[in-house]
């Protein structure tokens, strides 16, 4: 849809037609709605922790006579939704940092079999904790790719955390990677024996706050945000991500990522 207006060509140019003035209004219209919506769902976001706060909150100011059991209760709950706010609001920074280009970010040779050891031993405590098998199954020859280590850690670390979160117990996550020849891309996936995500679903979890299962999402203590992020990040290092999955089976993540073309280094092809 183009909105066009009409004005008398100025004086100064002749004076004689009309210039018209257009703009396409569905895209204007499109951004607006979207920025209504982000705005409605962070605003819901932070609502629901902060009303269970105020609840209790209000319950241990005014019943005096609470038992100390549930006193300490009520304050791990309090303490426990006021970290998820916080997990919201570093989240929502991150993503505006980025859609503004204020994100610190490199592009160097990252050693894939050395970042996939990392996120696997710092998540391994969780993992145990879940009852799961969390194991790298990294090719010992493979190209470095190019990117921030740091930005790339955080995608497999929400990779890696969504699997054990959507897991049942005595299942499987592993963190593998292969490179492909003819398109100079390397793989690295993060596949999980889990609950599966329904294929009608698939399309929209790259989405901002968009869940399968909200309140399963919730009691993990997920903010919504975390494949938002991913896929941002991806993106900046112009690879891209794909998603594989079966009800009841498991998901696969893939993230491609382009090889680290040397200028002089010492790590040649
Ligand atoms: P959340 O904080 O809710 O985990 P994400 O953006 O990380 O948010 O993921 C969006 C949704 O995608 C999740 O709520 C969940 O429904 C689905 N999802 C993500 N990873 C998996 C997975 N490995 N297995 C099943 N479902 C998943």
Do not use: C
């Amino acid at each position: 849809v183009v909105e066009a207006t009409v004005a008398p060509l100025p004086e100064t140019l002749g004076g004689q037609g009309a210039v018209i003035v257009s703009r396409d209004i569905s895209l204007q219209s499109q951004l607006d709605r979207m920025r209504q919506d982000f705005v409605a769902n962070v605003s819901h976001e932070l609502q629901t922790p902060l009303t269970i706060i105020r609840g209790f909150t209000e319950t241990l100011i005014d019943d005096q006579d609470i038992d100390e059991a549930s006193r300490t209760r009520f304050t791990r709950l309090i303490h426990e939704e006021a970290n998820r706010m916080s997990r919201l609001v570093d989240d929502l920074l991150t993503l505006s940092r980025m859609e503004h280009h204020s994100l610190p970010f490199s592009l160097e040779g990252v050693d894939v079999a050395m970042l996939a050891e990392s996120v696997v031993s710092r998540m391994a405590p969780r993992a145990e904790e879940a009852g799961l098998a969390l194991e790298a199954r990294i090719p010992s020859v493979l190209p470095l790719v190019s990117g921030d280590p740091d930005r790339l850690q955080e995608v497999l670390l929400n990779l890696v955390q969504n699997a054990i979160q959507y897991t049942p117990q005595g299942g499987r996550v592993t963190v593998a990677a292969q490179s492909d020849a003819a398109s100079g891309l390397v793989g690295i996936s993060v596949k999980d024996t889990g609950i599966g995500i329904p294929a009608e679903d698939l399309p929209r979890i790259f989405e901002r706050f968009y869940r399968v299962d909200k309140a399963r999402s919730r009691a993990s203590g997920g903010t919504g945000l975390g494949l938002a992020i991913v896929k941002h990040i991806i993106e900046l290092h112009q690879g891209r991500i794909e998603v594989n999955s079966t009800v009841g089976q498991g998901t696969e993540f893939v993230v491609w990522l382009p090889q680290h073309r040397e200028n002089g280094g010492t790590d040649g092809e």
